[in-house]
């Protein structure tokens, strides 16, 4: 991997950055959708290319049940098996440990899984992690770690933080002895749940490891945890992470999410969101989510958004056909993830553009004055925001400001 820093925002924590990995570049920030079985679900990796995507996830635990390694090998990895040029990262299967949890037994060993297929029992170590990652073939690599859910308290959390220091060891002096490390880069993941003073700690190991790591990740949120919460999590790790390495903040989708973590410093994220949204007809759209099952689209013959570049938009593709045809026709959720795929591209690219300009906080400003209208802005969001100096509010009424109590819904399914 080669990581250069090209620009900073002059007024929140906000960098471009560009990263080169063995299948090219990626500018960053950057959106990575989600292809947990080695599929963006409706969309062809030729359409990913061409809408400038060139970073996907695939994960760890579901390629090595299906289609197996013994097929992953054959064919000469996952980038030949679907198909995809760009750039891949993976999951270690580390959050099948909550996803899974009633099929999980944790030991210090690894994870003990039983198939959800078949009931076969499956190990999980650090070392076999790292071997199915080296069949996978991706150019960046998780280590494996433990996860508990972000509302976990007591020692399981400090149990936790602490076996992922760990198993980065073992994931990391596996992965030497590969000799794989000009190809495949290794990011480490910093645990520790809601607990400041646990997260340091993680940090603190973390960083102390930084010889065997090309890149850090925030692990453990997006689960359940209050956003006021959760964007102080954020900020206290991309702080103290490393400037020179990329900084990934897991599971974040949400476009609000996605431009506060941005502005803390966060260069990297990965969500379904956007693709499972669309297969329940939601459309998203600068100003804002649009429900496209609602009736009062029946007859609305305009696209999802008139400047939005994308197949769906530009072509004779209606609000009123796929009100028609959503949940009865794959062609609906096909034409709906297309574009919020290109939405998610278009936020990012704007970030990255506003950024080497030097207008990020106007950017900010405008992005969430359309975004959220008269609805009021998140509480949380102006919170953050203001931690790193752009207050959304600028001399506006306290009242287009909404409660802080939102929480996050995740799922682990592209």
Not at 68 to 77: P, Q, R
Not at 88 to 104: N, R
Not at 237 to 261: N, Q
Request: with cysteine; aromatic share 8%; charged share 20%.
């Amino acid at each position: 991997m080669q990581f250069e820093v090209i620009a900073k925002c002059s007024t929140t924590r906000a960098r471009l950055s560009r990263m080169t990995l063995a299948h090219g570049v990626t500018m960053l920030p950057t959106f990575m959708p989600v292809a947990t079985q080695a599929a963006i679900k409706g969309l062809t990796p030729e359409q990913m290319e061409s809408l400038g995507v060139t970073l996907i996830l695939n994960n760890t635990y579901h390629l090595n049940l299906r289609p197996s390694l013994k097929v992953l090998n054959e064919v000469g990895g996952a980038h030949k098996f679907q198909g995809w040029e760009r750039n891949l990262l993976t999951d270690s299967g580390g959050f099948q440990l909550v996803s899974l949890s009633k099929f999980t037994t944790i030991t210090e060993e690894g994870a003990l899984f039983a198939s959800p297929f078949t009931g076969e029992p499956t190990m999980l170590t650090p070392e076999e992690s790292m071997s199915i990652q080296h069949s996978i073939g991706a150019d960046i690599i998780m280590q494996l770690d433990d996860v508990v859910p972000s509302l976990t308290t007591g020692p399981r959390v400090e149990e936790a933080m602490e076996r992922s220091v760990r198993w980065l060891d073992r994931c990391a002096a596996f992965h030497e002895k590969s000799g794989k490390t000009d190809r495949q880069n290794l990011f480490a993941i910093v645990q520790g749940a809601l607990d400041p003073a646990l997260r340091d700690r993680c940090l603190n190991a973390m960083i102390d490891r930084k010889s065997k790591v090309m890149g850090y990740a925030i692990g453990g949120l997006s689960g359940g945890e209050e956003k006021d919460v959760f964007w102080r999590i954020v900020k206290q790790c991309a702080d103290k992470l490393p400037e020179d390495r990329p900084r990934y903040s897991m599971g974040i989708g949400f476009a609000e999410d996605l431009l506060v973590c941005v502005a803390l410093g966060v260069d990297m994220a990965d969500c379904v969101f956007p693709t499972r949204t669309a297969r329940f007809g939601v459309a998203l759209t600068h100003r804002g989510p649009l429900n496209l099952r609602l009736s009062k689209h029946a007859r609305d013959f305009d696209p999802i958004d008139k400047n939005c570049p994308c197949p769906t938009c530009t072509g004779k593709t209606s609000k009123a056909i796929l009100h028609h045809t959503i949940t009865h026709e794959t062609a609906a959720a096909h034409a709906i993830t297309l574009h919020n795929v290109t939405f998610q591209a278009q936020v990012m690219g704007r970030v990255r553009t506003a950024i080497i300009e030097d207008s990020f906080p106007t950017y900010l400003r405008s992005f969430f004055a359309d975004y959220f209208g008269d609805t009021g802005y998140p509480e949380w969001c102006v919170n953050a925001l203001r931690s790193v100096g752009v207050d959304l509010l600028d001399g506006k009424d306290i009242q287009t400001v909404r409660g802080s109590g939102a929480k996050w819904e995740y799922s682990d399914a592209s």
